[in-house]
């Protein structure tokens, strides 16, 4: 069943059984209202009648005004309503009207003993050859609403009066009212039938809207936006598909991108494999063939190591990127004084920085440079950024400095370089894998496979640390690396999906 269908039936459901409960509510209460009624004016009726017929005679006090001729007159008076009486003595014979010679007429014990107490009788019942019930006429087959209402004379019961009206006007009035609630429930529901149908088409044509948006977006069209007002939860459902379709945007796009990346990558690493295979093949075949002089052969052999050591350098480099990246390595985080190891790589890349013609300039910390990290990771780390500050750098200097921020309980290090610096676009990408700031340098000793960066982000999270960089075209390049102390770690989510 389509959903307009089902959104309908249930309002009409919901309404019908409303309706329902209103309309038998309104039945009982105006049918009981009509009873009610009509027994108060018979009530009121039969006292009118009490005081016009009761009169006592002032020298015999006996009571002498219970005739016929005035109970017929009371009758004419009130035969529009259809109102008559029956006049029951004080032992329970029906004195008016007369009832058949040699036939005594009363009125059940149970109802006499009630008239005795003082109480109102209200009922209505079909009166012909009905036994205790007055008897009015003999082709009287109709029912009557009646009230039998006692009459006393110095607290005893001396009379009792029977006032009825046919009840087919009573039924006629309910009738009347009855029909008017059915025709207004004949309207109502009619009009429910309209209101619903437009109130479910509303809400199917705001979830088509989704439908239709939906379809867009898996045909990779990303430029759908619903309208969202937030009145209600499909609005909100509306809210999330447009969060929903930027976030599937983004990673469209960011999916686009690392391809790209990959492809340079590929090509880059087929270029840098192809390279030092081709010179190791040629010089094989030479040494195979003896096409090598013999005093060449030392030197083509020292060429074969350096290109085979490339060879391993770029596929450890994307080794150590997987396993870093899926946390397959184990961090022996300890407490060192990192000024020993700052020291240690400084020597070590002197020689490289002069035969760029950079100078290397480190600050070393007073005292202990209390440190929490893995000692091999950070050795790596320091050592990444400071070799890429020298590839980078021509001519200039690159200072290395080390420090304590105590108030976050951390070691801070910073590395500035005064090289060729990056844009706000390269500086947003440095740490993507694959991607390299100046892709025409391919054929320096390090920095082939452009991972080098993605390492030493990967490692510097896995510690719980931090990492920002600041760069001006230009001008230079500054890293900054926070790591801190045991206890004080930042937290980061280990099952986030890789950002390439």
């Known amino acids: 069943m389509k959903l307009i269908y089902q959104n309908m039936l249930s309002f009409l459901i919901v309404i019908l059984t409303t309706l329902g409960i209103i309309l038998y509510s309104v039945t009982s209460a105006s049918t009981s209202w009509e009873y009610n009624r009509t027994y108060k004016s ?25 005739t016929g001729d005035n109970i017929r007159t009371v009758e004419q008076v009130l035969s529009e309503r259809n109102v008559q009486f029956a006049i029951f003595d004080y032992n329970n014979n029906q004195v008016y009207p007369n ?13 006499w003993n009630k008239l005795k107490q003082g109480k109102t009788i209200r009922n209505v019942q079909k009166l012909q050859d009905t036994e205790g019930n007055p008897r009015l006429r003999k082709d009287d087959n109709r029912s009557y609403v009646y009230v039998l209402t006692p009459w006393f004379q110095n607290g005893k019961l001396i009379a009792a009066v029977w006032a009825g009206s046919d009840v087919s006007e009573l039924q006629t009035n309910i009738g009347e009212i009855n029909s008017r609630l059915y025709f207004a429930l004949l309207i109502s529901l009619l009009a429910a039938i309209i209101l619903s149908f437009l109130l479910s088409r509303y809400q199917v044509n705001r979830i088509n809207r989704l439908r239709g948006a939906t379809k867009k977006v898996a045909n990779n069209d990303f430029s759908v936006h619903i309208e969202s007002k ?6 909100d459902l509306a809210e999330d598909f447009n969060q929903m379709v930027k976030s599937l945007e983004a990673s469209d796009t960011e999916i686009k991108r690392q391809e790209q990346r990959r492809k340079e990558f590929m090509a880059d690493a087929s270029h840098e494999m192809r390279t030092p295979l081709t010179t190791i093949n040629g010089l094989l075949e030479g040494l195979a063939y003896d096409a090598i002089p013999e005093e060449s052969k030392g030197q083509s052999i020292q060429l074969m190591r350096n290109e085979t050591k490339r060879l391993i350098r770029l596929v450890n480099e994307n080794l150590d990127y997987e396993k870093i990246r899926t946390n397959q390595i184990t961090m022996a985080k300890r407490v060192f004084d990192a000024n020993k190891p700052l020291k240690d790589i400084t020597s070590q890349l002197e020689k490289k920085a002069d035969s760029s013609g950079d100078k290397l300039i480190l600050k070393t910390f007073d005292g202990d440079l209390k440190t929490y990290a893995d000692y091999d990771r950070f050795v790596q780390v320091i050592f990444n950024i400071m070799q890429n500050a020298i590839q980078f750098t021509n001519d200039g200097k690159i200072f290395i400095s080390g420090s304590r921020d105590e108030e976050r309980h951390a070691a801070v290090f910073t590395i500035s370089d005064t090289g060729i610096g990056m844009s706000e676009d390269q500086v947003k990408n440095i740490w993507d894998r694959y991607y390299k700031a100046d892709p025409s340098r391919k054929n320096r000793k390090y920095g082939e496979s452009g991972l080098g960066l993605s390492i030493v982000h990967q490692l510097v999270e896995n510690h719980g640390g931090e990492i920002e960089v600041t760069s001006k075209l230009n001008e230079g390049t500054t890293f900054t690396i926070t790591l801190f102390d045991e206890g004080f770690e930042h937290k980061t989510d280990e099952n986030k999906s890789e950002n390439e």
């Not at 006592?56 to 005004?65: A, R, S």
């Not at 937030?230 to 609005?235: K, M, P, S, V």
């Open 230 to 235: 937030g009145r209600d939860e499909l609005d």
């Open 42 to 66: 018979l009530e009121s009726y039969a006292g009118n009648l009490e005081k016009i017929a009761l009169k006592t005679d002032p020298k015999t006090g006996q009571i002498h005004n219970i």
């Open 99 to 111: 009832p058949p010679a040699n036939v005594k007429l009363h009125l059940r014990p149970s109802y």
